[in-house]
């Protein structure tokens, strides 16, 4: 039985209605949203808890998890009231009426989760990836679209001012036609700088992570790119990945690179585990300028072949679009729109499909050509 594997009870059904008119009601007021979280065994949910208190857009509801150890953890390490715990996500919902989840669960989780929000109508955040198959991602898809409930994913590239002025200034034109995109991401591993055990658990496991460095850090450069080539798929996806440590990672590779094929442009994205340090990256280069993100707020630009270097900080991200809550509590008031951004599941499909491509790719040593998606509804 999976871990967050959930039956839904005829009476959640019931008040499934219910909850969708407290959603509707959010959606006309400027009230916190109501929140819970499904999971703690994600690393990133401790960041979130740290900073929960100092925002004022969600309203912490409940923390569902069947792990009493995990449980017992977060109510010690961030102060939170006991009341707030549940081991059933039925439970959980029908004591408390959340009308969003924000899931840190196992990439492998998700498509289980979001099965439960969606016949309950509750919008939904993961963590990054979407999903650790194509299978999964079109499923998705196929909810969100049959219960009309948003499903957003959230990196914490797309909260980069450095990035949106990137992007910003590919999709106006100053950067001319973009031939070439390289962006690296990740660390020196997550045994290395010492994660959560029970994150670093389904982390090296495939199952559960879909692979290794490729899907842990190879979605951001997917996610990018996608937006970049607004919401095209590339014509052809051709990876490498390796086990450089395999006393560490003896299930998953520790390292990838990612070899992405528009017409008229070609990205590489380098995922490791293998990094002398953390880093997010993105290099564009164009026909006119090229631009990198440097980190999350520096750019450097240049626009001539004798012009050196401009070197800038970008400017601040403006909510709701500067942090995954504020820009959470917008999408569930149905104030904002994800459209085909970077958060968006349109855009979270096709990033899932070059990495079910990269994956099968680097497994029998060939170039996947990409077949177009079934269109929704199929």
């Excluded at 937006?227 to 299930?251: C, E, H, N």
């Excluded at 004798?306 to 809550?325: Q, V």
Aim: proline fraction near 6%; charge should be negative; include cysteine.
């Amino acid at each position: 039985m999976r871990r967050h594997a959930i039956l839904l009870s005829s009476t959640l059904l019931a008040l499934a209605s219910s909850f969708h008119l407290t959603a509707l009601h959010a959606q006309q007021t400027s009230e916190p949203v109501r929140v819970a979280i499904v999971g703690l065994e994600h690393g990133h949910v401790d960041g979130f808890l740290s900073a929960f208190s100092r925002q004022h857009d969600a309203q912490l509801v409940a923390v569902v998890d069947p792990d009493p150890a995990l449980q017992a953890k977060a109510q010690k390490n961030f102060q939170l009231p006991s009341s707030l715990f549940y081991s059933d996500l039925d439970k959980a919902v029908a004591a408390t009426h959340p009308q969003a989840l924000l899931v840190y669960t196992s990439v492998g989780e998700h498509r289980h989760v979001i099965e439960a929000a969606a016949r309950l109508g509750l919008d939904v955040m993961v963590e990054k990836p979407l999903a650790i198959s194509l299978d999964d991602a079109l499923a998705i898809r196929h909810l969100a679209r049959e219960h009309h409930i948003q499903v957003l994913v959230n990196y914490e590239t797309t909260w980069y001012a450095s990035n949106k002025a990137v992007l910003d200034m590919a999709s106006s034109g100053k950067l001319g036609d973009v031939r070439k995109v390289v962006v690296h991401d990740g660390h020196q591993g997550p045994a290395e700088i010492g994660v959560q055990p029970e994150f670093l658990k389904w982390l090296t496991d495939p199952a559960l992570n879909g692979a290794g460095a490729l899907y842990d850090f190879g979605c951001y450069g997917a996610d990018l790119m996608t937006v970049l080539m607004q919401g095209k798929a590339p014509i052809s996806v051709t990876a490498s990945a390796q086990t450089d440590k395999p006393g560490t990672y003896p299930r998953v590779d520790d390292d990838a690179t990612i070899i992405l094929r528009y017409p008229g442009t070609q990205a590489v994205l380098m995922p490791s585990w293998n990094w002398t340090f953390s880093r997010k990256d993105m290099e564009v280069y164009g026909t006119k300028a090229y631009a990198i993100a440097v980190n999350s707020k520096e750019v450097k630009l240049r626009t001539a072949e004798n012009t050196p270097e401009e070197e800038f900080t970008a400017d601040p991200l403006k909510s709701p679009e500067d942090t995954s809550l504020h820009y959470l509590a917008a999408v569930v008031r149905r104030q904002l729109d994800p459209g085909h951004d970077l958060t968006s599941l349109p855009t979270n499909v096709t990033v899932v499909q070059i990495l079910d491509a990269a994956r099968h790719s680097a497994a029998t040593g060939r170039t996947v050509e990409l077949q177009p998606l079934p269109p929704d509804g199929e």
